[in-house]
């Protein structure tokens, strides 16, 4: 516990050494505050130009779900960021033998993170979302935007060898969520071309308002983070 704190504790300065990544954290209240604001502002002077009855009002669960990915892919880049620097300064290979051990290392530079970004999606929800979600759905979705962080996380470290290519690898980590949009465009059995991707599940979950599609998320989540968790080990540490 003493090793895992103290770990915690150097991933904070680290942090706050970096004035760029620090300021990442604000970023999903802003968004999710944006999106409250503008896309009804939007929404109104479309549907007066078109004289349509709805022309963004059908996709507002897009939005709610980019907001339940936002604090927990945000705070990943911020994890992942802080990783490959210490990768480059030989600093990963220490720390995997002290007492903080290999599994530590991944709590505290990965989980932890995602855990506090998906704590984070909670109230951003409840408080910013289009579509008002049930109450007791907010933290499925909450729980399953932190499990697609989580793995957005670990693609980057996973197959980046340095800094340099782990930011450039950032924006391609972000095709996980792709499966966020696809019951929205697609119907029928193609839209189960995504099945694989947790994402893909997620917005099962918001469609349906039924709990039981947690379940592949996690088991789907679950075996992506094994094998990205195992090439982690073996490339970083």
């Known amino acids: 516990m003493t090793a895992a704190v103290a770990s915690l504790r150097g991933f904070w300065a680290a942090l706050r050494s970096d004035l760029m990544l620090f300021w990442v954290l604000p970023v999903p209240l802003l968004a999710a505050a944006a ?5 009804p502002l939007a929404e109104g002077w479309l549907t007066a130009y078109f004289q349509a009855g709805a022309v963004l009002a059908p996709y507002y669960l897009i939005s709610d779900l980019l907001v339940a990915v936002v604090a927990p892919v945000l705070l990943a880049y911020v994890s992942v960021m802080v990783v490959l620097e ?3 300064d030989g600093l990963t290979r220490y720390l995997a033998v002290t007492p903080l051990g290999r ?5 505290t530079r990965v989980f932890v993170p995602v855990l506090l970004g998906a704590a984070y999606t909670v109230p951003l929800l409840a408080c910013l979302s289009l579509t008002r979600p049930a109450p007791w759905l907010i933290l499925p979705l909450a729980l399953s935007g932190g499990l697609s962080g989580a793995i957005s996380a670990l693609l980057v470290p996973a197959f ?3 800094k340099v290519e782990g930011m450039a690898l950032v924006k391609l980590s972000t095709l996980a969520l792709t499966g966020l949009f696809l019951p929205f465009f697609l119907d029928g059995p193609l839209q189960y071309a995504a099945a694989f991707l947790p994402s893909f599940w ?4 918001a469609l349906d308002g039924q709990v039981f599609w947690l379940l592949p998320t996690v088991l789907t989540g679950l075996g992506w983070l094994w094998l990205l968790c195992r090439r982690f080990a073996r490339k970083l540490i």
């Open 35 to 39: 999106l409250r604001l503008l896309l």
């Open 86 to 88: 210490e990768r480059d």
């Open 103 to 107: 599994g530590g290392y991944l709590l």
């Open 160 to 162: 980046a060898g340095n």
């Open 202 to 205: 997620m917005a099962r979950l």
